[in-house]
Protein backbone atom coordinates (compact mmCIF):
# COMPACT_ATOMS: atom_id res chain seq x y z
CA UNK A 1 0.00 0.00 0.00
CA UNK A 2 0.89 3.72 -1.11
CA UNK A 3 1.58 5.98 1.54
CA UNK A 4 4.32 8.43 3.72
CA UNK A 5 6.13 7.17 6.46
CA UNK A 6 7.40 9.87 9.24
CA UNK A 7 9.91 8.56 12.10
CA UNK A 8 10.07 8.63 15.06
CA UNK A 9 7.02 9.31 16.14
CA UNK A 10 8.40 10.73 19.21
CA UNK A 11 11.71 12.72 19.59
CA UNK A 12 13.63 14.25 22.62
CA UNK A 13 16.22 16.69 21.87
CA UNK A 14 18.72 18.41 24.28
CA UNK A 15 19.16 22.45 24.10
CA UNK A 16 21.85 22.85 21.20
CA UNK A 17 21.47 19.40 19.30
CA UNK A 18 20.43 19.14 15.74
CA UNK A 19 18.09 16.21 15.02
CA UNK A 20 16.70 15.19 12.19
CA UNK A 21 13.21 14.33 11.32
CA UNK A 22 12.25 11.33 8.35
CA UNK A 23 9.82 11.49 5.70
CA UNK A 24 9.78 8.61 3.08
CA UNK A 25 6.75 8.36 0.28
CA UNK A 26 5.93 5.43 -1.87
CA UNK A 27 3.02 7.69 -3.55
CA UNK A 28 5.28 8.71 -6.84
CA UNK A 29 4.46 12.63 -5.80
CA UNK A 30 6.57 14.96 -6.95
CA UNK A 31 5.94 17.47 -4.18
CA UNK A 32 6.67 17.29 -0.40
CA UNK A 33 6.13 19.44 2.47
CA UNK A 34 7.06 20.17 5.94
CA UNK A 35 4.64 21.68 8.50
CA UNK A 36 4.83 22.38 12.16
CA UNK A 37 1.56 22.50 14.47
CA UNK A 38 1.45 24.13 17.76
CA UNK A 39 -1.63 25.02 19.91
CA UNK A 40 -3.85 27.34 18.32
CA UNK A 41 -1.07 28.24 15.62
CA UNK A 42 -2.69 26.24 12.81
CA UNK A 43 0.04 24.42 10.39
CA UNK A 44 2.78 26.69 9.22
CA UNK A 45 4.87 26.05 6.62
CA UNK A 46 8.65 25.56 6.92
CA UNK A 47 9.90 24.02 3.93
CA UNK A 48 8.77 22.45 0.47
CA UNK A 49 9.84 20.74 -2.66
CA UNK A 50 8.33 20.16 -5.56
CA UNK A 51 11.36 18.64 -7.38
CA UNK A 52 14.25 16.59 -6.79
CA UNK A 53 17.23 18.82 -6.15
CA UNK A 54 15.03 21.65 -5.37
CA UNK A 55 13.44 23.05 -2.47
CA UNK A 56 12.33 26.94 -1.11
CA UNK A 57 11.56 28.23 2.11
CA UNK A 58 8.45 27.92 3.59
CA UNK A 59 6.87 30.92 6.27
CA UNK A 60 8.94 29.48 8.95
CA UNK A 61 12.13 28.30 7.41
CA UNK A 62 14.91 30.09 10.39
CA UNK A 63 16.48 27.06 12.58
CA UNK A 64 15.31 24.64 9.97
CA UNK A 65 17.25 22.87 6.85
CA UNK A 66 16.30 20.19 4.78
CA UNK A 67 17.50 18.10 1.85
CA UNK A 68 15.84 16.15 -1.16
CA UNK A 69 18.43 13.72 -2.82
CA UNK A 70 15.22 11.52 -3.99
CA UNK A 71 11.92 11.75 -4.96
CA UNK A 72 10.81 9.94 -1.86
CA UNK A 73 12.69 11.19 0.85
CA UNK A 74 12.80 15.02 1.72
CA UNK A 75 14.32 14.97 5.47
CA UNK A 76 14.13 17.89 7.83
CA UNK A 77 17.16 18.73 10.34
CA UNK A 78 16.22 21.12 12.88
CA UNK A 79 18.91 22.69 14.22
CA UNK A 80 20.43 24.19 17.47
CA UNK A 81 19.04 27.84 16.05
CA UNK A 82 15.76 27.40 16.02
CA UNK A 83 14.97 28.95 19.55
CA UNK A 84 11.35 27.01 19.91
CA UNK A 85 11.72 23.73 18.49
CA UNK A 86 8.96 21.75 20.30
CA UNK A 87 6.16 21.03 18.40
CA UNK A 88 4.34 18.09 16.57
CA UNK A 89 5.85 18.30 12.41
CA UNK A 90 3.78 17.03 9.53
CA UNK A 91 5.25 16.02 6.44
CA UNK A 92 2.99 15.76 3.16
CA UNK A 93 3.30 14.74 -0.26
CA UNK A 94 1.22 15.84 -2.97
CA UNK A 95 0.90 14.81 -7.08
CA UNK A 96 0.03 18.44 -9.37
CA UNK A 97 -3.23 19.58 -8.73
CA UNK A 98 -4.48 17.74 -5.98
CA UNK A 99 -4.37 17.62 -2.25
CA UNK A 100 -1.96 16.62 0.21
CA UNK A 101 -1.47 12.70 1.87
CA UNK A 102 -0.03 13.59 5.50
CA UNK A 103 2.41 11.54 7.34
CA UNK A 104 1.72 10.64 10.92
CA UNK A 105 3.39 13.35 12.67
CA UNK A 106 6.87 13.37 14.54
CA UNK A 107 6.67 15.11 18.14
CA UNK A 108 9.46 16.54 18.90
CA UNK A 109 10.07 17.89 22.50
CA UNK A 110 13.26 19.62 24.18
CA UNK A 111 14.65 18.44 27.79
CA UNK B 1 -1.46 38.00 7.94
CA UNK B 2 -3.69 35.63 8.11
CA UNK B 3 -4.80 34.62 4.78
CA UNK B 4 -7.27 31.81 5.76
CA UNK B 5 -9.04 32.44 9.13
CA UNK B 6 -11.43 30.02 10.64
CA UNK B 7 -12.43 32.34 13.32
CA UNK B 8 -14.26 29.58 15.90
CA UNK B 9 -11.81 27.87 17.56
CA UNK B 10 -14.49 25.41 18.77
CA UNK B 11 -18.11 23.85 18.00
CA UNK B 12 -20.19 21.91 20.11
CA UNK B 13 -22.97 19.96 18.48
CA UNK B 14 -25.65 17.36 19.05
CA UNK B 15 -25.51 14.00 17.55
CA UNK B 16 -28.00 13.93 14.80
CA UNK B 17 -27.79 17.61 13.87
CA UNK B 18 -26.04 19.50 11.51
CA UNK B 19 -22.79 20.99 11.77
CA UNK B 20 -21.30 24.03 10.17
CA UNK B 21 -17.55 24.86 10.22
CA UNK B 22 -16.63 28.47 8.82
CA UNK B 23 -13.42 29.51 7.17
CA UNK B 24 -12.79 32.95 5.57
CA UNK B 25 -9.85 34.11 3.38
CA UNK B 26 -8.51 36.98 1.81
CA UNK B 27 -6.44 36.22 -1.18
CA UNK B 28 -8.26 36.97 -3.92
CA UNK B 29 -5.94 34.66 -5.79
CA UNK B 30 -7.15 31.52 -4.24
CA UNK B 31 -9.11 29.55 -6.25
CA UNK B 32 -8.99 25.84 -4.68
CA UNK B 33 -10.03 24.86 -1.24
CA UNK B 34 -9.45 22.04 1.11
CA UNK B 35 -11.44 20.64 4.26
CA UNK B 36 -9.35 18.31 6.29
CA UNK B 37 -10.02 16.63 9.19
CA UNK B 38 -7.23 15.64 11.99
CA UNK B 39 -7.49 13.26 14.84
CA UNK B 40 -4.98 14.24 17.90
CA UNK B 41 -1.28 12.85 17.15
CA UNK B 42 -1.94 12.10 13.66
CA UNK B 43 -1.75 13.58 10.54
CA UNK B 44 -4.38 15.44 8.81
CA UNK B 45 -6.58 13.13 6.71
CA UNK B 46 -8.61 14.96 3.62
CA UNK B 47 -11.90 15.44 3.37
CA UNK B 48 -13.41 17.43 0.90
CA UNK B 49 -12.55 20.08 -1.49
CA UNK B 50 -14.09 22.59 -4.15
CA UNK B 51 -12.64 23.97 -7.14
CA UNK B 52 -13.67 28.09 -7.76
CA UNK B 53 -15.81 27.64 -10.50
CA UNK B 54 -18.06 25.70 -7.93
CA UNK B 55 -20.00 26.69 -5.22
CA UNK B 56 -21.29 23.03 -3.90
CA UNK B 57 -19.82 20.12 -3.78
CA UNK B 58 -21.09 17.47 -1.84
CA UNK B 59 -19.54 13.54 -0.72
CA UNK B 60 -22.16 11.97 1.62
CA UNK B 61 -22.57 13.42 4.59
CA UNK B 62 -20.17 16.76 4.02
CA UNK B 63 -20.79 19.13 2.27
CA UNK B 64 -18.57 22.40 1.11
CA UNK B 65 -20.39 25.60 0.24
CA UNK B 66 -18.41 28.41 -1.70
CA UNK B 67 -19.36 32.31 -1.59
CA UNK B 68 -16.59 33.89 -3.78
CA UNK B 69 -17.86 37.17 -3.44
CA UNK B 70 -18.05 37.31 0.20
CA UNK B 71 -14.71 35.05 -0.12
CA UNK B 72 -16.04 32.50 2.58
CA UNK B 73 -16.73 28.87 3.13
CA UNK B 74 -18.42 26.50 4.87
CA UNK B 75 -18.68 23.16 5.59
CA UNK B 76 -21.92 21.15 6.10
CA UNK B 77 -21.97 17.83 8.06
CA UNK B 78 -25.45 16.10 8.64
CA UNK B 79 -26.14 14.57 10.49
CA UNK B 80 -23.12 14.59 13.23
CA UNK B 81 -22.05 11.51 14.27
CA UNK B 82 -19.20 11.10 17.35
CA UNK B 83 -16.64 9.75 15.36
CA UNK B 84 -16.71 13.01 13.52
CA UNK B 85 -15.77 14.92 16.77
CA UNK B 86 -12.01 15.84 16.01
CA UNK B 87 -10.05 19.18 14.57
CA UNK B 88 -11.29 20.84 11.22
CA UNK B 89 -8.72 22.79 9.05
CA UNK B 90 -9.50 24.95 6.00
CA UNK B 91 -6.51 25.05 3.37
CA UNK B 92 -6.36 26.90 0.30
CA UNK B 93 -4.55 27.26 -2.53
CA UNK B 94 -3.50 29.99 -5.45
CA UNK B 95 -2.45 28.18 -8.35
CA UNK B 96 -1.69 24.56 -9.00
CA UNK B 97 1.80 22.85 -6.83
CA UNK B 98 1.80 26.11 -4.53
CA UNK B 99 1.55 24.68 -1.02
CA UNK B 100 -1.62 24.95 0.70
CA UNK B 101 -2.21 27.70 3.51
CA UNK B 102 -3.95 26.38 6.57
CA UNK B 103 -6.04 28.32 8.66
CA UNK B 104 -5.94 27.73 12.69
CA UNK B 105 -8.48 25.18 13.00
CA UNK B 106 -11.85 24.49 14.83
CA UNK B 107 -12.29 21.81 17.17
CA UNK B 108 -15.33 20.12 17.04
CA UNK B 109 -17.03 17.86 19.11
CA UNK B 110 -20.57 15.75 18.74
CA UNK B 111 -22.30 15.25 21.62
CA UNK B 112 -24.13 11.83 22.23
Known amino acids: DGGITQSPKYLFRKEGQNVTLSCEQN?????MYWYRQDPGQGLRLIYY???????QKGDIAEGYSVSREKKESFPLTVTSAQKNPTAFYLCASSREGHGYTFGSGTRLTVV | DQQVKQNSPSLSVQEGRISILNCDYTNSMFDYFLWYKKYPAEGPTFLISISSIKDKNEDGRFTVFLNKSAKHLSLHIVPSQPGDSAVYFC???????????FGKGTRLSVIA
Open chain 1, 27 to 31: LNHDA
Open chain 2, 91 to 101: AASARRNTPLV
Open chain 1, 49 to 55: SQIVNDF
